[in-house]
């Protein structure tokens, strides 16, 4: 089963996503795509993995879909369905960004991550989602303390763009008051020299680089994570445009419902 969305004849490769406790169910009964508000944008996605059957196989993707697993995944009741433990012992997956993720042009990415096991005092880096040469990052940064207690580095969920040819450039949301056990929305979008990030459906700060980058700045995609503070992330999806405030806070609102 194929999808095509407009404009650019893309084939999305539908992969039925089979649940521990039943059949492989369609993942286009979804509520993201039963959402009238929502329906239309699905056709920009090229990439989405929602973790359900606790399983590291995306729901769809425009390229490659077999993961490359790392470690051992972890999994834990998610937003919707399940979701995939990032930190601590779990493990992730590695993707073809070819078709999947169109980092060197535009694109956007959405995904729901839940506070599992932070700390305030010291604590490693968390990544969501990064590529293999350590370029183009969505993670958490953890706190540092010095042996007076003075802070040495903020924490914050951070959107990093990082080359010789970009500069390294990063837009972030603190989270030193983020409860544990609260899911948040992270919106990341990039159309060079532009990049933006938003939080739980609010507006987008942004920031331009230097340089625009080309294919050669980016390595494989890299999903979860070991090592780092434990953080539940959930409805990981990929899309070949940048999405407005008004998306993200469509996203924000059936992610609650």
């Not at 084939?11 to 508000?37: F, H, K, M, N, T």
């Not at 294919?215 to 979860?224: S, V």
Request: charged content about 20%; overall charge negative.
């Amino acid at each position: 089963m194929r999808r095509l969305g407009p404009a650019l004849l893309l084939p999305i490769v539908l992969l039925p996503s089979a649940r521990a406790d039943g059949p492989p169910v369609d993942p286009r009964a979804d509520l993201y795509l039963a959402d009238p508000a929502l329906r239309a944008l699905m056709d920009w996605v090229t990439f989405r993995l929602t973790f359900d059957g606790d399983s590291a196989v995306p729901d769809m993707a425009a390229g490659g879909w077999e993961p490359q697993v790392h470690g051992t995944p972890q999994f834990a009741d998610g937003v919707k369905g399940r979701a995939l433990v990032a930190g601590g012992e779990s493990g992730g997956a590695i993707f073809p960004r070819e078709l999947n993720a169109p980092l060197s042009t535009r694109g956007a990415i959405s995904l729901w991550l839940c506070p599992l096991e932070w700390t305030h005092d010291n604590g490693g880096n968390t990544e969501f989602l990064m590529t293999t040469n350590a370029s183009f990052y969505l993670q958490r940064q953890g706190p540092l303390h010095n042996e007076e207690g003075v802070v040495t580095r903020q924490e914050a969920v951070q959107f990093l763009m990082l080359s010789e040819v970009t500069g390294n450039n990063g837009l972030a949301f603190g989270t030193e008051d983020w409860p544990l056990g609260r899911w948040r929305l992270l919106v990341a979008n990039w159309s060079w020299p532009s990049m933006s990030f938003s939080l739980d459906g609010g507006e987008f700060q942004s920031l331009s680089v230097k340089q625009n980058p080309t294919e050669a700045n980016f390595g494989g995609l890299l999903i979860g994570s070991a090592g780092g503070q434990k953080t539940l992330i959930d409805e990981l999806t990929i899309y070949r445009r940048p999405l407005t405030v008004d998306e993200a806070r469509a996203l924000q609102v059936i992610g609650r419902n």
